[in-house]
């Protein structure tokens, strides 16, 4: 994949990345007066939906051409229960900046699709024949350029087609753009795609589009890929794996170790979401390893080397399930069902009722525990290896498998808990996490378990690579550039 492009906005920058070089843009408010420029031609920016991603963006955007005469306007469906929502954060039909969602699009130079994957699936061609000719349509997720493979089809030939994908949760895109408000490049770093340029301003309306939301540094990816990663992300270590990780070691540190309820949530949840991606997000997965003791290696080794196959033997799975939009298809079925079977929720057992009670009497961050870091660390290393195997880059395997999970979703998760999480995301994901997460269990349960248990001892090969993976470099430059503001979960 090309990682190179030009811009006749912003300045580029090489970043080296362990072995690599990637093209970069360096977001950041002072870059805030390039934005009339890089959307030259454009008078209004019509995002549409209003679910996770839609009102962060909507909202920096509005914020960030404050100023210009650039207006961001909401469209949703006439009648929509989302347009008080939308009229609490200051878009009304009176100022022009709210209204219904075919003339949105009809009188917008830019269209940003932000509606969920199953409704982008079902109305995507109004969308396409209610765009003008000349117009950009902008995406925060490829899954509809996979939804298009699936059956046939593609874009519109008259339209430009780019992507912006915030490495974040919607919420974490705008409360670290909130934040940021005094520290220069505070926000979610986002990838970008151009699918399709017709008249050369693609790139620029891309990169203008991806400063504004507050991304601290941008880099350059495809749809097809971008979707594949996303994804298969959030079925793994971002939701899916790491769903499926804490069911398992609270069950057995309850039923096969007998530990205290409370503290077996701590010592599995509590771990992963607690000092463990503190210490990623500041200091690398290699940190987690180096701050433990001699014992603590010692059994960090064993569940690492125990763990790292049977995760990759799930994660290549289900990459291939989602590389052939088998997935995709799954999530379409799935919500043709849910008139009838309606998704339910999992915080009702008695694991997750027993983290709120640990979580009102949280004090402090717990002892790293150094099976869970074992497998927790295997299993995110594994996918890492698989995306470099199917040829991301580095940036976008980094943010995908490490920097999201640590920097956005895990301290949501720590704040209300995996469960919560799991049950009000993203319809997509939500699907995946309680497809695979039962995988990612039983494989860890009924293979590394049962290899720990029985005193194999680690594979000095496995531990070799880890300790000298490239993603640790790499993680390092990433870290240079990230800003200095923790997201504070209210």
């Known amino acids: ?159 430009n087609v780019v992507g912006v994908c915030p490495k974040g949760m919607g919420p974490s895109v705008r409360r670290l753009y909130e934040q940021g408000k005094e520290v220069n490049g505070a926000g979610i770093n986002c990838s970008f795609a151009v699918e399709q340029d017709i008249d050369g301003k693609a790139t620029d309306q891309a990169l203008g589009w991806a400063v504004a939301v507050g991304a601290p540094y941008i880099f350059k990816t495809t749809l097809g890929n971008e979707f594949r990663s996303d994804i298969f992300g959030e079925r793994g270590i971002l939701l899916g794996a790491v769903h499926g990780i804490v069911e398992m070691l609270y069950r057995r540190f309850v039923m096969e170790q007998g530990v205290d309820e409370k503290q077996a949530f701590i010592d599995s949840v509590e771990n992963i979401t607690g000092p463990i991606s503190k210490t990623i997000s500041h200091r690398g997965i290699i940190a987690v390893y180096e701050q433990l003791d001699a014992e603590g290696r010692a059994i960090f080794e064993r569940a690492y080397c125990h763990s790292y196959l049977p995760a990759f033997d799930i994660l290549l799975e289900m990459y291939d399930e989602v590389s052939s939009c088998n997935e995709i298809r799954s999530v379409i079925m799935a919500g043709r069902r849910h008139s009838r079977f309606p998704m339910g929720k999992i915080d009702g057992t008695r694991m997750w009722q027993v983290g709120e009670q640990v979580r009102a009497e949280r004090q402090g961050m717990p002892a790293v525990n150094p099976l869970t870091a074992g497998v927790y660390c295997a299993t995110m290393m594994a996918q890492i290896d698989l995306l470099i195997e199917k040829g991301h880059c580095l940036s976008e395997v980094a943010n995908e498998s490490v920097i999201e999970a640590v920097d956005s979703l895990n301290p949501y998760m720590h704040h209300k808990g995996v469960a919560y999480m799991v049950d009000n995301c993203s319809t997509t994901a939500r699907l995946g996490s309680r497809k695979w997460a039962p995988r990612f269990d039983y494989n860890l349960a009924q293979q590394a378990m049962v290899d720990f248990d029985a005193g194999k001892p680690a594979d000095t090969n496995l531990i070799e690579a880890f300790k000298s993976h490239k993603i640790h470099q790499a993680l390092a430059a990433c870290a240079e550039l990230r800003p200095t503001v923790d997201i504070a979960v209210l």
């Open 1 to 159: 994949m090309d990682l190179t492009f030009k811009s006749a906005v912003f300045t580029t920058e090489t970043l080296k990345l362990a072995d690599t070089q990637e093209m970069i843009v360096r977001g950041g408010r002072d870059k805030f007066p390039l934005l009339p420029k890089a959307f030259a031609g454009i008078k209004q920016i019509g995002v549409i939906g209003w679910g996770s991603q839609g009102p962060a963006q909507a909202q920096n955007l509005r914020d960030s051409l404050v100023g210009t005469d650039i207006r961001v306007k909401i469209g949703l469906r006439a009648g929509s229960s989302s347009m008080a929502a939308a009229r609490g954060a200051g878009f009304t039909e009176e100022s022009g900046t709210l209204g219904e969602m075919h003339q949105v699009i009809r009188e917008s130079e830019m269209v940003l699709f932000l509606i969920s994957d199953a409704a982008q699936a079902e109305h995507y061609q109004e969308v396409f024949d209610n765009m003008k000719p000349g117009a950009t349509l902008g995406l925060s997720h490829g899954f509809l350029l996979g939804y298009l493979e699936s059956i046939g089809k593609y874009f519109p030939k008259n339209i």
